[in-house]
């Protein structure tokens, strides 16, 4: 049963125009999110998350927004840059303890300039 | 601070032999975890350790063996490689105090011929 879907595998995206990167979850009351960001050959390396008594989260370009009624996180990237070229993981950390996280399978997005 | 660090970087084995990657931070955090990355699976979360001397396993745990040598160093052994383990593997590291992010290290990428 997987948790965390990201159901599209690759997005691309004009430069200077929106990117948005979509997460669907199965049933959990007290999680928090997460959003990652993966260039090739390194790690993934936290970008934004947002706790699930709050809809939105803001920091900088990147915006995360939860509907809890749907289950359905998205990531917001505006505008869109060329750098901003990587794999998104979304990930769920839910109710246990120790910090353990739950992954999607990730969206390749790329931004052409 | 060098965060998270992984050894090697890549690694070639034949079916049958045995390897151990080596993970170690120096943020003096409490956890640490042990994912592998395929295509199109996300990370999934093979071992981890929730403070020093505890080890539970993960989604994936089966043909992996893992020790939590000191507060620093988490390693992972694979006693007899088999071409399924052929992945990406990261380590990361945290202090579980609730909402908080993982540091993963840069992986090692391991063939099993």
């Known amino acids: 049963d997987q948790q965390v879907k990201q159901n599209s595998p690759s997005l691309s995206v004009q430069e200077g125009r929106i990117s948005i990167l979509n997460c669907d979850y199965t049933n959990s009351m007290f999680d928090y999110f997460l959003w990652y960001k993966k260039y090739p050959a390194e790690g993934p390396t936290f970008l934004i998350s947002i706790s699930s008594i709050k809809d939105k989260n803001e920091d900088g370009r990147f915006t995360v927004f939860l509907n809890k009624s749907a289950k359905h996180l998205s990531l917001h990237i505006v505008p869109s840059q060329p750098g901003d070229s990587a794999v998104y993981f979304c990930a769920k950390e839910g109710g246990t303890s120790y910090g353990k996280l739950t992954f999607g399978q990730g969206t390749i997005l790329t931004v052409h300039p | 601070n060098a965060g998270v660090t992984q050894t090697p970087k890549f690694q070639v084995l034949k079916t049958g032999q045995s390897m151990t990657l080596q993970c170690a931070q120096d943020m003096n955090h409490n956890s640490m975890y042990w994912y592998r990355q395929d295509p199109g699976m996300g990370l999934r979360l093979i071992y981890y350790?929730?403070?020093?001397?505890?080890?539970d396993k993960g989604e994936v745990p089966n043909g992996y063996n893992v020790s939590r040598l000191n507060k620093r160093e988490f390693s992972l052994r694979l006693e007899s490689a088999a071409p399924s383990q052929t992945s990406v593997y990261f380590c990361a590291s945290t202090i579980p105090q609730g909402q908080e992010t993982q540091y993963f290290g840069p992986g090692t990428r391991l063939l099993v011929l």
């Open positions: 350790s929730a403070s020093e001397g505890t080890t």
